[in-house]
Each structure stands twice: as C-alpha cells, then as structure tokens.
C-alpha cells in the first residue's frame, strides 16, 4: 500500500518565504522531489549586506575614536572654562549689580557739555597752549557725539575713555597748592624707585585681635603743635567702626606706650560722628575719617571737639561696603580712604558712575570760613575690589595687591599731574601678616605706614 505523506520544507528564500514540497515514500524510503533553484545563495544581497555592516564598522571605529577623543579632551575643556567663568567674574557682579551699562548718548552729552563749560571757563583765565588744545580735543569730541546720535560707527566705551581723559586733563589744570612745586622738589624725581624693608615693627596699643585701623605720624609738612606726635586709630566694633583716637607726642613715647592721650569724637559706635572703615589721617590739629555709612569725610578738631564733613562728588559714591579694597580678602567697610601727601589731603574711593573704578578727590580745609571742601577730582580706569589698598605720594596714586601672604607689591600709579597711568609696577611690601587693613604715605618723613592685622609696620620710600 502506497502511503502518500506530505512532507514540509521550510526552505529560507531570497524574498523570506517558505516552499511546501510533497513526498512519496518507497522502498523504506522518502522520495522527495525538490526543485534545486531554491537552494540558490542570496550572494548579491549578502554582498550588500556586509557592505553595509562593514560600513557601520567603520562608522562605530570612528565614533568610538571620537568618544576617546572627547573624553580626553572634556578635562581641558572643562578647565578653559572654568577660567574663562573666573576672568568673567568682576564683568559679571558689574552686570548684577547694575554697575555697568551702556553710555547713553544723552548722558555723554550732557558730561561732554559740563566739560566744555569748564575748559572754558579754564581757558578764559589760563590761555595758554595746554588750555588751547584741551579746547580743541573737546571740540572734536562734540562733533563725534553729534554724529553718534545719527549712526552707530563709534564705540561708547572709547568715547567714555576720551570724556575721562579730558576731565582728567581739565583737573590737572586748575590750580596747584603754591608749596607744591617750590618746597617740595623731589617731588619731581618721578615715581617711587625703591621701598626699604620695614624699618618698625610693632604689636597695636589694643593687641593683635583688633586686625583692622590705621596709624601713622602728624601728616602736615608745616604743622606746630603735632608736629613729631604719633596715632592710633584701631576700630574696636566688628572691626569696621570707632570712635576713639590714641595720640602719643613723641615717638620715644609710641615705641614705649606711654604719656598718650585719647580722644572720643563720637558718643556712640552708630552716631553720625563715628568713623566706618580702616583709614584716617592726622593732619595738623585734625583727624579726617570717613564718616559714618554715608558719602561723607569727616573732620575732628582735636582742639576744639567739634566735626566737620563733606559729601564727595560723583554718581553713586561707594559706601557701607560697596566698593571695599578686595584683592584677595575684602577689608569690611574699606570703601572710602582718606589720604594725605605733599599736595595735602586725598579721598580715594570708587563710584557707580565710573563703573566701580578708583576715583581721587582733593580735599581742602577753609579755616577761616571753617569748611571741609573737595576741590579737584579725577578718575581711573582701575577697578577698587581688584586692589588691595592705595596711597598718595607726590599728587600720584599708588595701589597694591596681594602676592602672599607675607608680600604685597605696588603694580599701578596714576598721576594727577599728567592724568597718565602706569601698571607695570612691581615694589615689593614685605609684612608679618596676611591681611592690610590700610596703607598711608607721610611726606614729612617719607616713610610708608602698614596697619597689618594688628601690627604696625613703617616703610621707608625711596625716589
């Protein structure tokens, strides 16, 4: 009996289908007939497929490649950016704070038309070459700023460069103290060429804890009754205000801590009167301070107990540690510094208007109409939180930075005098401790004097 069984076959084609074959069994046997075609191999689309995996091969060879690559390379990148987000930091708390805009044209004109009014009025009574061309530079700049209201081909930042450096120019200008140029002749000699190592170390009266303060000699070159007298201002609350003032008359007196005399200015660490921040300066019979969280340098008369104060110009004066000295560790409260030279007194200080930069008032004292006043004002292009403290000698603003912790060095120095800058300073300022709560030059001795967290170090400045 013939048995008919059907056999499947499940053959893979080339087009994925399978082939069902019948069978017939014989002899002990299955007899299959198949045809042969379908055993054919896809070489053609084998070919491809290889190809193509081939060719993903490489791709994944060169992605992987590319992923070392990266992965070498992320550490690098990394670090490019961390250091471009530290150099961008000062840029960054200037548009936080909205320190820093763009110069409104309206606002360049009307500085530009203040400058014009005083050249002019400069030049009315001077004539001379120095005012002459002074005038022509401003009327040059009037037609820039004229043509800036109509197109956008000049930068504002310049322009505000050119604005500073011919206000500053108009300051240099004006009047300079009659002893200036005759008693005092070294002043001549340029910039400070050399700075001795200190010449006195000494513990404050009050001890190393109180890290903050300013000391010093009797400032005025031809005062009578402080002429050889020494001062201790330290600020005893929070290490940001005082009230008191530690005189001793001679020096033999200071080294000894002996014979001094103290002096009460304000009845409280929060009266107007009260002094805020680590700067002040004996000058004749008068301690000048900054006052009190205000815009205000304030003046005590030893003699007669009473205080006397000015407002200092600009738009936004820095105060209540706003700008403080902040190089590498920012001196609470230090935002305005009260100075004194050969030329007389200073107030060094930072204003919104100049985008946080230094900006350096003369101060007058009237004694006969017994008022504090600013007489002349220039501005810098050096940021006040970039230094650590500054100093006036010779009309010329000196400001230091932090190099460790027992070196400071002098890198910058604008001249009033010239309205130049120079920053490629470096007079090196050993000290004993890290922090430098002030910096004060004396021009009776020209001696250099460090309140350096509770130790009071002298310097001697060579020209």
Same mark, same amino acid.
């Given at each position: ?5 059907l056999l499947l ?9 399978a ?5 017939q069994?014989?002899e002990?046997s ?5 045809d042969?075609?379908?055993w054919?191999?896809? *070489?053609v689309k084998?070919?491809e497929?290889m ?11 060169n992605?992987?490649e ?6 070498q ?5 990394q ?5 471009i987000?530290a150099r961008l ?6 548009r936080?704070k909205?320190?820093y805009?763009a ?13 014009e009014?005083?050249?002019? *009025? ?7 070459a120095q ?5 022509k530079?401003v009327?040059k ?6 043509r800036?209201q109509t197109?956008?081909?000049f930068?504002m930042n310049?322009?505000r460069?050119?604005?500073r450096?011919l206000?500053?120019?108009a300051e240099?200008?004006?009047?300079i103290?009659k002893?200036?140029?005759?008693q005092?002749r070294?002043?001549?000699k ?18 190393k804890?109180y890290?903050s303060?300013s000391?010093?000699?009797?400032a005025?070159m031809?005062?009578e ?8 201002q330290?600020?005893?609350?929070s290490?940001?205000?005082? !009230? ?5 008359q001679?020096?033999?007196?200071f080294m000894?801590?002996?014979? %001094?005399?103290?002096?009460? $200015?304000?009845?409280?660490y ?7 921040g680590p ?12 006052? %009190? ?5 304030c ?7 009473s ?6 110009p600009?738009?936004?004066v ?12 920012c001196r ?7 100075? *004194?030279?050969?030329?007389g007194?200073w107030?060094?200080y930072?204003?919104v208007?100049?985008?946080? !930069?230094?900006?350096a008032s ?6 006969? *109409?017994?008022t ?5 004002t ?5 940021f006040?939180?970039?230094?650590s !403290?500054?100093f006036m000698?010779?009309g010329v603003l000196y ?11 002098? $890198?910058?120095? $604008?001249?009033?005098?010239?309205g130049?800058?120079?920053n490629?300073l470096?007079?090196p ?12 030059y004396n021009?009776?001795?020209k001696?250099?004097?460090m309140?350096?967290d509770g130790y009071l170090?002298a310097?001697?400045?060579?020209f």
């Amino acid at each position: 009996m013939m048995l008919l069984l059907l056999l499947l076959l499940l053959l893979t084609l080339g087009d994925g289908q399978a082939q069902r074959v019948s069978g017939q069994k014989g002899e002990d046997s299955c007899v299959c007939p198949v045809d042969s075609d379908i055993w054919l191999f896809p *070489a053609v689309k084998y070919e491809e497929v290889m190809q193509q995996v081939q060719t993903c091969e490489g791709s994944l060879n060169n992605l992987q490649e590319q992923v070392k690559l990266s992965i070498q390379r992320l550490p690098q990148i990394q670090d490019l950016v961390n250091n471009i987000t530290a150099r961008l930091e000062p840029h960054r708390y200037l548009r936080d704070k909205g320190l820093y805009t763009a110069l409104p044209v309206r606002l360049l004109g009307q500085e530009l038309s203040q400058l014009e009014t005083d050249i002019g *009025a400069i030049h009315s009574q001077l004539n001379n070459a120095q005012t002459q061309k002074l005038s022509k530079e401003v009327g040059k700049l009037r037609r820039d700023v004229t043509r800036m209201q109509t197109s956008d081909r000049f930068n504002m930042n310049t322009v505000r460069d050119k604005l500073r450096y011919l206000k500053n120019s108009a300051e240099s200008c004006k009047s300079i103290p009659k002893d200036f140029r005759g008693q005092d002749r070294y002043c001549l000699k340029g910039l400070i060429s050399n700075i001795s190592d200190p010449v006195m170390t000494k513990i404050g009266p009050y001890g190393k804890s109180y890290i903050s303060g300013s000391w010093g000699k009797q400032a005025q070159m031809d005062s009578e009754g402080q002429k050889n007298s020494y001062w201790v201002q330290a600020l005893l609350n929070s290490h940001i205000w005082g !009230n008191t003032l530690r005189l001793y008359q001679t020096y033999e007196d200071f080294m000894a801590s002996a014979n %001094y005399k103290d002096f009460t $200015f304000a009845p409280s660490y929060t009266d107007a009167k009260t002094i805020e921040g680590p700067s002040a300066v004996l000058y004749g019979e008068a301690l000048y301070y900054h006052c %009190y969280r205000s815009a205000d340098v304030c003046r005590y008369d030893l003699s007669s107990n009473s205080v006397k104060r000015v407002t200092l110009p600009g738009t936004g004066v820095g105060f209540n540690n706003k700008f403080p000295y902040c190089y590498y560790d920012c001196r609470a409260n230090s935002d305005v510094d009260v100075e *004194a030279d050969e030329t007389g007194l200073w107030a060094i200080y930072a204003t919104v208007g100049n985008h946080g !930069n230094l900006v350096a008032s003369r101060l007058a004292w009237d004694s006969e *109409a017994e008022t504090l006043n600013v007489s002349q004002t220039w501005e810098t292009r050096l940021f006040k939180k970039a230094v650590s !403290n500054a100093f006036m000698v010779c009309g010329v603003l000196y400001a230091t930075r932090y190099v460790d912790d027992y070196r400071e060095e002098i $890198f910058y120095a $604008f001249d009033t005098a010239t309205g130049k800058e120079d920053n490629t300073l470096a007079l090196p300022l050993e000290k004993v401790a890290k922090g430098v709560a002030s910096l004060s030059y004396n021009p009776t001795n020209k001696q250099i004097y460090m309140y350096n967290d509770g130790y009071l170090l002298a310097y001697q400045a060579h020209f």
